[in-house]
C-alpha cells in the first residue's frame, strides 16, 4: 500500500467523524429548537423543526453508503475498522434522536390547538437535562473521551428518574382537571420521546466506550426493568 | 476464485437469509405473546415474553458481526452487496419489532394492577392486524415477492387510521372516567408500540424492494404528517 493510498484512507475516516460531527450538531439544534417551540408555543419554529429532520436522514444515507464502501474498498481491520462500525452505529442512533425531536416538535403544534397547561414546564426540564447529555456525548466523541462517555452512561438514570417523577405528575393532573386529558396526554408522548433520547445518548455512550477501549462498557445498564422502557 | 470459495459464499448468504427468517419467527412469536398476554391479563406470560426480548437481540449482534466479515472477506456487489445491506438492515428492524412486542408485555403487567378497562379489546384489533402484516412481509422476504413487499407497504396507512381512532376513543373514554386515567395511558402507550411495529413492517417492505428490484419503492410513502408518528 503507497504512502499516498494511506493518507488518503486516513482522510476518508476523517471525513466520517466529521460527518457524525455535524449530525451531532444538527441533531442538538433540532432537540433545542423543539423545545423553544414547545416553551414559546411557536407553531412557525415547530414546522420548520419538523421540516428540517429530512437534513439529518440525508446524511445518515451518507454515512451509510460511505461506510459500506469504505468496508469493501480497504477491507480494515483492528481500531479502523472499530472506527468505521461505530460511525454506521452512531449515525443511526442520531438519525433517531433527530427524528425524536421531530416528534416533540410535531406534537407541540397539536398542543397549540390546546388552551396551556401547567406541565408544560416540567417536560421542558426534561428536555433541558437530555439537551446537556446529548452535548456532552458528541464532545466526547469529538474528543474521544472515556470518562466523559461513561459519564453520559451514568446519567441516564436521572432521566429515568425524572421521566418517571413527571409521568405521575401528568396522571395527577388530568385526574384532577379531565379537560387537561388531551394536552397531557401529548405532554406524556413528548416525554417519552425526549427519554428516548437520552437512551440513544447512552447508546452512543456504550459505542464510544466499545471504539476507543475496544471493549464493551462494563456493568449493568444502568436503569432498572422499567416499564417505560419504550 | 474456486469453485468450493464461490460454493462457500453462497452458503453464506443462505446462513444470513435464514437468520433473518428466524429472527423474523421469534418477533412474531413474541408479538403474539404480548397480545395473549393482554388479553388474558396473563402476567406469567408477560413476564416470559419480556425476558425473551435477548434472543433478538443476540440474534441481531450474530447478523451485524457475520455482515461485517462478509463485507471486508469477500467484498461483494451488485446483487450480493444488497443482499447483504439489505439483511443488516431488516435485522435492526426486527430486533427494534421485538422491543416493541416485549415493551407491550411489561406495560400489559403494569395494567394487570389497575381494573379492566373496555378499550382493551380495541388495542387488541390494532395487535391482530399488525400480527397479519409481519407475517406477510416475512412471508415476502423468504418468498423474495416484490407484489406481497408492496402490499404491506400499502396496508400501514389502515393501522394509522385504526391507531389514530383508538387514540380518540381512548381520550373520550378517559374524560369520562378518570378513574381509568392510569389504565388508558398505558394502552395508548401500548397502541403506539404496535403502530410502530407496523411502521417497521413498512421499512423492511421498503428495503426487500430494494434488495429485489435495486430501486427504491416508488411514489410518496403512504401515511401523512401525522403528529402520531413515533
Keep these: 500500500m503507497t504512502e499516498?493510498?494511506?493518507?488518503?484512507?486516513?482522510?476518508?475516516?476523517?471525513?466520517?467523524?466529521?460527518?457524525?460531527s455535524r449530525m451531532g450538531g444538527l441533531a442538538e439544534a433540532q432537540l433545542a429548537g423543539a423545545l423553544q417551540a414547545l416553551a414559546n408555543r411557536d407553531s412557525d419554529l415547530a414546522v420548520r423543526i419538523a421540516a428540517s429532520d429530512a437534513q439529518v436522514d440525508v446524511l445518515e444515507q451518507d454515512v451509510q453508503h460511505f461506510t459500506v464502501r469504505l468496508l469493501a474498498l480497504r477491507q480494515p481491520v483492528a481500531a479502523d475498522l472499530r472506527h468505521i462500525v461505530a460511525a454506521l452505529k452512531i449515525a443511526s442512533e442520531l438519525e433517531r434522536i433527530a427524528d425524536y425531536a421531530a416528534n416533540v416538535a410535531k406534537r407541540s403544534l397539536v398542543l397549540n390547538?390546546?388552551?396551556?397547561?401547567?406541565?408544560?414546564g416540567a417536560v421542558i426540564n426534561l428536555g433541558r437535562l437530555v439537551q446537556t447529555i446529548l452535548k456532552d456525548i458528541m464532545d466526547a466523541y469529538v474528543e474521544q473521551d472515556v470518562a466523559k462517555a461513561i459519564g453520559v452512561w451514568n446519567r441516564d438514570e436521572e432521566v429515568d428518574d425524572l421521566y418517571t417523577g413527571l409521568f405521575r405528575e401528568l396522571i395527577t393532573y388530568m385526574m384532577e382537571d379531565p379537560r387537561t386529558i388531551t394536552a397531557c396526554t401529548h405532554l406524556m408522548f413528548m416525554a417519552k420521546n425526549i427519554e428516548r433520547i437520552g437512551d440513544h445518548a447512552t447508546n452512543i455512550a456504550e459505542t464510544l466506550h466499545f471504539l476507543v477501549v475496544g471493549t464493551p462498557l462494563k456493568g449493568a445498564r444502568p436503569k432498572g426493568p422499567s416499564v417505560e422502557a419504550q
Tied chains: 1, 2.
Design 4 to 20: 499516498h493510498t494511506v493518507k488518503s484512507f486516513d482522510d476518508e475516516l476523517t471525513h466520517l467523524s466529521n460527518t457524525i
Design 113 to 120: 390547538q390546546q388552551p396551556a397547561v401547567k406541565p408544560v
